[in-house]
């Protein structure tokens, strides 16, 4: 007899309370396999994969891609005997799809790990089905691509109260638009001041103007942003440094065999410095427990890497970057903003730093006041290296020279340790062979 499971969103990240969906990887009647992708999904930090734990064919799919979907909602059923004889599948709130009798089945039903998510343990919910005589159906259908040719995008709980007052979820929204708890709550009085629909997501109105809803990656960066910015009292200072002598040791290292096959980049240059410099002002790779009221110092360097990425910024970390060397550190960037760039940065490589790096130097731009990642107490701009006239020995030449900038939480870091790390990595920067000394 078939047996219907239903794939909740499982918490792929501590905190995790909701996602977007992305794309389907599969459809009704497909035919899986335990751990294939079934689904790609965009959390606060990254987008993610998620394989499913059963094998069997897919029989349906509860949410359309752009829905919002909190955590432990069924996504879809699966049956995971097919070959059995035929029996009803149990749609998402856990009620019959069919007027048949049915077996009851289990209220709760626990769904083992997901491959990559650790050992924590999902449990999907449902309530029993009970046994009852044929009778007329009484729900109504799951929204259908009917009217306009979309479905609309409502949670599944939105989607539910919708139903319960009679509201036709196609006559509130236009394609694209997330219909919220509100706008149904509001069409169900009739209430006669009842605001226009607002633009669909993504489209351009008769004035030009193109609105996109705020969520997943740059949600979370506005909100984390806001909270150092509110919380941490910045501080920023700036160094103009020649690192003539840092690009030309660049050059000769290149060409080494240990370098062989590793983009070799001047940030690689900064991680290191920072690093180094790290060692002698620790104060900068600390930590402000407002709960604890404790300054915690770290002992190693996970260092933060700020990376554009099409969804938005976001803070991939070297972990224990002061154990690597030059060439381990420059192959460690290159695999980190490579896989950022592609989106599939693991929600686990995007927290618990110690200290950031920002290249706005990529983009041609000098400097700027970087605002510290929340949970941190430094982060260094790394500006455009240009060719500047600077004055050597009482003479004005051509070198090398780049902008500085750290800000720091003046919580934990004073002026002075603020201004010796910054000096230390600049010196590093303009004479490599200083790190003998650090």
Known sequence: ???????????????????????????????????????????????????????????????????????GTPILTIDTDPGGAPAEAPSPNGAAAAPTAAPAAPAEEEMKPLVGYGSKTVTAKRRARKESAPVAAVETPAPAPAKGGYVPLAKPPVRKLAKDLGVDLHSLAAEGQVITREDVQRAASGAADEPPVKPA???????????????????????????????????????????????????????????????????????????????????????????????????????????ATPRGLIVPKIRNAEQLSLPELAQALSDLTDVAREGKTAPGDMVNGSITITNVGVFGVDTGTPIITPGESAILAFGAIRDTPWVVDGEIKVRKVLQLALSF???????????????DVGMLLSDPASAFIL
């Open 201 to 307: 997501a993504s489209s351009v109105d008769t004035a030009g103007e193109r609105r996109v809803p705020i969520k997943g990656v740059r949600k979370a960066t506005a909100k984390a942003m806001v909270e150092s910015a509110y919380t941490a009292p910045h501080v920023t200072e700036f160094l103009t440094v020649d690192v003539t002598p840092m690009m030309e040791l660049r050059e000769k290292l290149k060409k080494s065999p240990a370098f062989a096959g590793i983009k070799l980049t001047p940030l690689a240059f900064a991680a290191k410095a920072m690093c180094l410099a790290a060692k002698r002002t620790p104060d900068v790779n600390a930590s402000w427990d407002e709960e604890n009221q404790e300054i915690v110092y770290k002992s190693y360097v996970h260092l933060g890497i700020a990376a």
């Open 1 to 71: 007899m078939p047996q219907y499971k239903q794939f909740p969103l499982a918490d792929t990240a501590e905190g995790l309370t909701e996602a977007d969906i992305l794309n389907w990887h599969v459809k009704p009647g497909d035919e899986v396999k335990v751990n294939q992708i079934v689904v790609e999904i965009e959390t606060a930090k990254a987008a993610v994969e998620l394989p499913i734990p059963w094998a069997g064919v897919i029989t349906e799919l509860h949410v359309e891609p752009g829905q919002t979907v909190e955590v």
């Open 409 to 423: 939480d003046h919580r934990v870091v004073d002026g002075q340790q603020g201004s010796q790390f910054l000096a």
